[in-house]
């Protein structure tokens, strides 16, 4: 007997209070019971409809680039006592006296009206790159994806468990068995520890809303379509992995900066992509990537648009400019063979700077190691010595007045090192790095980016705008494991920034 099934998406996918959204669903057992719900340091049920009338549909052989185009099962009114949050879509069937359930979700933006001063801009558009539901994402071949479409299994939600974390908390586990054997256990995408609402944000907005912090909520494309989205706010937050973002929207958030807005980059490999949405909703998600010479605007007037990474020497734009720091002067720790037996956490070089006071840490001392704060995937810049301590050296875009308060070492996947070792004929991470960045790919290029580091650091624009980077994905792991420095950290950034 087939195994009873259900899973749908929301559209749009971002609203304000007064508006609706439609839900497109599919099960094999006529009918779904659904339950909309706010998750953030509780979860506050704001809607359920039981017996939805419901279509077994079929699952489209190009879903993944075009979506699933099922109808609408349910429209639901946004009512305007729904605060801005994130908000989980459960979806129930119930088939040989068992239940299945799946999810989809929605953000509520902030009403015009909203009084708060900071928002939390979820990292979406990286949900949708790794996103396998309907087979291709932008690593397996996908040159574009649907937003249209479910997420795959454990984008939005995940079991506890030993594994569930892509860094390894138990070095050393030079085969990311632990990882790998997690997802297979609880039947996950394979690519569900690099993207999805519970890896980073839940547990940030979980410990942030304890904290009493008060904050909207909105998603990538949002400050595509909607970059005056900004003016109402003093603090922009990206937590966790934050890897695609269109031009009009990097553009909104340097704008922002510029006029003096503060950003907290509490992530990493932040902004490594460019890509671009198209369609009249902004449906698909363009990004060819590696295959960048692919791209239609390759050698046109257009080519500020080409989805290659930020740092790629045709674009002339790294991402430094913006955060500080580049994935292309990181790379990976204590994951795979990427500094499997490293620290975890950053040495401190700046003490007596205002984001470490109350923390008690000294020259020297090692901040969020026991929770493993820096894992995955890293940001750092090129730097040099004087006297001890670390200088940026401003020839990869890095701004004038950063300063670099703590570091960890971190690396690119090498031919040798990667946990999916490249093609034959094809470049490996550093030497695609060193090519875009140099246009040469040679043992000298690199050398240049073969030793990266994960950079802790913050910068002040000539017009007030500061800006924070945590140069790695997992700061949000110190604050779900309590770690009182991270913490503190983190609280002295909202006071003096939010």
Known sequence: MARANVSGWCWPQSVVPGEAVDLHLS?????????????????????????????????????????CRWPVALTVGVDPDWASGYYEVLLTVEADGRQVQDRAFVVVRGAADSDRRALLVLGTNTWHAYNDFGGFNLYNGGTQVSRQRPMAAGYLHKPPGLGRRVSSVHPPDPQIAAHIGYLAINRLSQWAGSAGWPNWEQP???????????????????????????????????????????????????????????????????????????????????????????????????????????????????ENEMTGVSFARGGYARIGRRVPNGSGGYTVHRPGHWLFEGTGLEYGDLLGAKATVVGYECDGCDFTYRDGLPYPTHADGTPEGFEILGTSPAASFTRETAARPPKPGERSELEFHAYRLFDDDGPESLARLANGHAVLGTYTRPGGGTVVTSGCTDWAMGLAERDPQVEQVTRNLWARLG
């Not at 909309?36 to 509780?42: C, F, K, L, Q």
């Open 27 to 67: 099960a094999t057992t006529g009918t779904v019971d659904v339950e909309i719900a706010r998750v953030g340091a509780t979860r506050e049920v704001v809607f359920r409809a039981e017996a939805v009338p419901v279509q077994d549909l079929p699952v489209p052989e190009d879903a993944s680039a075009h979506g």
């Open 204 to 318: 940030f907005v979980e410990w942030a809303e304890r904290e009493g912090w008060a904050f909207d909520v909105a998603t990538n494309s949002d400050l595509d379509a909607h970059p005056e989205l900004l003016d109402r706010y003093a603090l922009l937050l990206s937590v966790g992995h934050d890897e695609y973002w269109s031009g009009p929207e990097r553009d909104a958030v340097e704008a922002f900066i510029a006029r003096s807005g503060n950003v907290a980059f509490l992530s990493g490999n932040t902004s490594f992509w460019q890509v671009r949405f198209e369609g009249d909703d902004h449906e698909t998600m363009v990004g060819f990537k590696q295959r960048y010479e692919r791209d239609p605007v390759f050698g046109t007037d257009r080519q500020g648009e080409l989805t290659s990474i930020w740092s790629d020497h045709l674009l002339g734009r790294p």
